[in-house]
C-alpha cells in the first residue's frame, strides 16, 4: 500500500486540461442550441419581449461558441461556426430592434 501510495505522489504531472474532444463536444452542444433558439425564434406568435430574450440568449451562446473555437486556433473548420453564430445573433438583435422600435 505504502508502494502504491508513493508511485501515486510521485507520478503527478501537469496536464493540460483542455482536450479538442471536449471542445468538440461543446461546441457542437453550442451548435445544437443555437439551432433551437433559431426555431423558437422563427416563431411569429412570440411576444416582443420574448423575441429579445431569444437575441440574448441567442447571443451568449454564440460568444460561448467562438471562445471555444478561439482555443483550437490550428482547426480550420470551427471559424465558420463561430461566424454562422456571430451572424445569427446579429440576426436575433435586428427582430428584437424591429419589434421594439415599432
Known amino acids: 500500500m505504502l508502494v502504491v501510495t508513493c508511485l501515486l505522489v510521485g507520478c503527478s504531472k501537469n496536464v493540460d486540461t483542455r482536450v479538442a474532444g471536449d471542445d468538440d463536444a461543446a461546441i457542437d452542444g453550442a451548435s445544437a442550441r443555437l439551432e433551437e433558439l433559431r426555431a423558437r425564434a422563427a416563431q411569429d406568435d412570440l411576444s416582443c419581449q420574448d423575441r429579445c430574450e431569444v437575441a440574448n440568449q441567442t447571443c451568449g451562446v454564440a460568444e460561448e461558441q467562438c471562445s471555444l ?29 424591429s419589434c421594439q422600435n415599432g
Open 69 to 97: 473555437v478561439d482555443r483550437n486556433p490550428d482547426r480550420d473548420d470551427l471559424p465558420p461556426r463561430c461566424a454562422q453564430g456571430r451572424e445569427q445573433c446579429s440576426s436575433a438583435r435586428d427582430s428584437c430592434a
